[in-house]
């Protein structure tokens, strides 16, 4: 690839970190996050806020979410472009409260970092890896489900086996073996320096891959009818036979109105879309996160090719 060209793609990296962003600082993510209508009506922040260590000793702030009932299994949560792990509070409360515990790391390229400045372009890439990495070394040998929204689902497929571009200075396997299943909420569509359509491909455990009918690629019109498709590609590239679920939602966007991931949208929130989506994927979580059965042959019953919840299997 040219300088010009990988310049050019640098460049829409930052377009679409720059119109996915959030506002609220980290100094007040707990009053923040408790007073947001998104808690579900629960006053609910991290129960331990850990620091971890990148392999050149950059510090890594993580929220943790530990449930009070017994635990099943754990999650690790990559959020949006300039967004933050409490921006998720709708998504993550009831994985929680299912016995999950979630770990989420504060990555550099947040509104909310305080060394955010510093982390231009695709140094977020090779950062987001490193945090992902450093939560892989503090859990040891357990397994765990990597999950993620937008840039974040980017991450959770790639853990999952999708095979990203590596960022320059970053050795070894992109991939975890300890990852038993993906959760990707409307993952990007595929971005030369990031990750092509093959590489989306040699994904390689179970997925569930969400988008909706209002979710337009950056850079596509929004009266385009099928701008919301390349957030697909994930699902489509996949080979079959893989437990692989599509899963798309009438009438949702990027944030599902404001509730997830960036609340400065203009709304009105799409939270009936989003329950739906939280309810798809507690199932999800139980067939291939917890390997049951009965919830396999339950989420299966819901494949359709109508709207409003379209569910496709591969």
């Given at each position: 690839?040219?300088?010009?060209?990988?310049?050019?793609?640098?460049?829409?990296?930052s377009l679409?970190?720059?119109?996915?962003?959030?506002?609220?600082?980290f100094?007040t993510?707990?009053?923040a996050?408790m007073?947001?209508q998104?808690?579900?009506?629960?006053?609910v922040?991290?129960s331990?806020?850990?620091?971890l260590a990148s392999g050149?000793?950059?510090?890594?702030?993580?929220?943790d979410?530990?449930?009070?009932v017994c635990?099943?299994g754990?999650?690790?949560?990559?959020h949006?472009?300039?967004?933050?792990?409490?921006k998720?509070l709708?998504?993550?409360?009831p994985?929680?409260?299912?016995?999950w515990?979630?770990?989420?790391?504060?990555?550099?390229?947040?509104r909310?970092?305080?060394?955010?400045e510093?982390?231009?372009?695709?140094?977020?890439?090779k950062?987001r890896?490193?945090?992902?990495?450093?939560l892989?070394?503090?859990?040891g040998?357990?397994h765990?489900?990597a999950?993620?929204?937008?840039?974040g689902g980017?991450v959770?497929?790639t853990?999952?086996?999708?095979?990203a571009i590596a960022?320059?200075g970053?050795?070894?396997?992109?991939?975890?073996d300890?990852v038993?299943a993906?959760i990707?909420?409307?993952?990007p569509?595929?971005i030369p320096?990031?990750?092509?359509?093959?590489?989306y491909?040699t994904?390689s455990v179970?997925?569930?891959?969400?988008?909706g009918?209002r979710d337009i690629?950056?850079?596509?019109s929004?009266?385009?009818?099928?701008?919301?498709?390349?957030h697909?590609v994930?699902?489509?590239?996949a080979?079959?036979?893989?437990q692989?679920?599509?899963?798309?939602?009438?009438?949702?966007?990027?944030y599902?109105g404001g509730?997830?991931c960036d609340?400065?949208?203009?709304?009105?929130p799409?939270l009936a879309q989003?329950?739906?989506?939280?309810?798809l994927?507690?199932l999800?979580?139980?067939?291939?996160g917890?390997g049951q059965?009965a919830?396999?042959?339950?989420?299966k019953s819901r494949i359709?090719?109508q709207?409003?919840?379209?569910?496709?299997?591969k």
């Open positions: 690839m040219t300088d010009t060209n990988r310049t050019g793609k640098i460049s829409q990296l679409i970190m720059s119109r996915r962003a959030a506002l609220v600082g100094g993510i707990a009053t996050a007073a947001h998104g808690g579900g009506g629960k006053a922040r991290p331990v806020r850990l620091t050149d000793g950059r510090e890594i702030p993580v929220f979410w530990t449930p009070s635990g099943v754990t999650i690790l949560f990559s949006g472009a300039a967004s933050s792990p409490d998720y709708r998504l993550i409360e994985w929680v409260a299912q016995g515990r979630v770990l989420a790391p504060l990555h550099v390229d947040s909310d970092h305080p060394e955010t510093k982390f231009k372009g695709l140094a977020s890439w950062a890896l490193e945090d992902i990495r450093a892989s070394a503090y859990l040998a357990n765990y489900v999950a993620g929204h937008s840039y980017l959770a497929l853990l999952g086996g999708s095979q960022p320059d970053l050795e070894g396997p992109l991939g975890d300890k038993q993906v990707a909420l409307s993952p569509a595929p320096v990031l990750i092509t359509r093959a590489g491909g994904l179970p997925a569930l891959i969400q988008t009918t690629v950056p850079g596509m929004a009266d385009s009818a099928d701008g919301w498709k390349g697909l994930p699902f489509e590239a080979a079959a036979g893989g692989r679920y599509g899963l798309v939602l009438e009438g949702v966007d990027h599902f509730a997830i609340f400065e949208q203009p709304g009105p799409q989003l329950d739906a989506a939280v309810h994927s507690d999800f979580l139980q067939a291939h917890l059965n919830m396999q042959r339950e989420l359709t090719d709207l409003p919840a379209r569910l496709f299997f």
